[in-house]
């Protein structure tokens, strides 16, 4: 069992400028799913911490009342949720900082994009729906349990975030999923998706990260920009076939 440090703290400022879309919140420096891959590691180049990257979590407690001051003094904008970090991640459950943030952009009318990858958002549902502007996406990156585990060994299971798109595109949240990076057997994801979300965004791995994992486990195959390029080929082929809109980010 792994010892998860956590550590409550006081940030200083919440609502970051984001090159994804206007703003990206973030209600935690860390995550407890422990993504191999996950670009978000380059954070510990400036929090100093000396644990592994799913081995500790800082816990922004004082995110809302940051987020109550800052926002009468920025001009409306898009707000990721999250960027650098799960917003839902097991943690959010006690602390609940995400909807309590949620909850002042929502009573601001700000638009909100909120990027997960587990059906802890379903907490949420009521919250989602008197949003005016906001869509939810659940990150998969694969249709295979066993793969999921190599790669995202604290993660929630695949059926689970299925079904969480599902529940909320039923009760008319806009939603997406984000298949990235694509990692092996990710081509019945597309059937899987169908009708469950409005639309698909797709990306290959970026960094560098999890090399150490595709050797340990003789995937290295699955790093090549054939290996891309084959799979990007056959979920659009699959996408066109279904009707879904999707958008390749490579």
Avoid at 102 to 111: C, F
């Amino acid at each position: 069992m792994t010892l998860m440090m956590v550590k409550e703290v006081y940030a200083k400022t919440i609502l970051s400028n984001s090159k994804v879309y206007d703003y990206s919140l973030n209600p935690y420096i860390g995550c407890e799913h422990a993504c191999t891959y996950c670009y978000a590691k380059f954070m510990k180049r400036y929090t100093g911490h000396k644990e592994k990257w799913g081995e500790f979590v800082d816990v922004k407690i004082n995110a809302p009342n940051l987020l109550q001051h800052q926002i009468t003094k920025k001009k409306v904008g898009r707000v990721w949720i999250s960027g650098v970090c799960d917003a839902y991640q097991p943690l959010e459950k006690k602390y609940e900082v995400t909807k309590k943030c949620l909850e002042i952009l929502l009573k601001q009318d700000w638009p909100v994009t909120v990027q997960t990858k587990s059906p802890l958002a379903l907490r949420d549902l009521e919250l989602f729906k008197q949003f005016r502007d906001i869509e939810v996406g659940l990150t998969i990156t694969t249709g295979d349990e066993q793969i999921k585990k190599i790669f995202e060994p604290n993660s929630p299971p695949i059926e689970k975030r299925i079904k969480t798109l599902e529940t909320l595109h039923s009760n008319g949240v806009k939603t997406y999923a984000m298949i990235a990076p694509i990692l092996p057997k990710v081509e019945n994801l597309a059937t899987a998706l169908k009708g469950k979300v409005d639309y698909v965004l797709v990306d290959k791995m970026n960094y560098h990260y999890a090399d150490w994992v595709y050797k340990r486990h003789k995937l290295e195959q699955a790093i090549s920009n054939n290996f891309f390029t084959q799979k990007k080929e056959k979920l659009v082929e699959a996408f066109k076939e279904l009707g879904m809109s999707h958008q390749i980010l490579f």
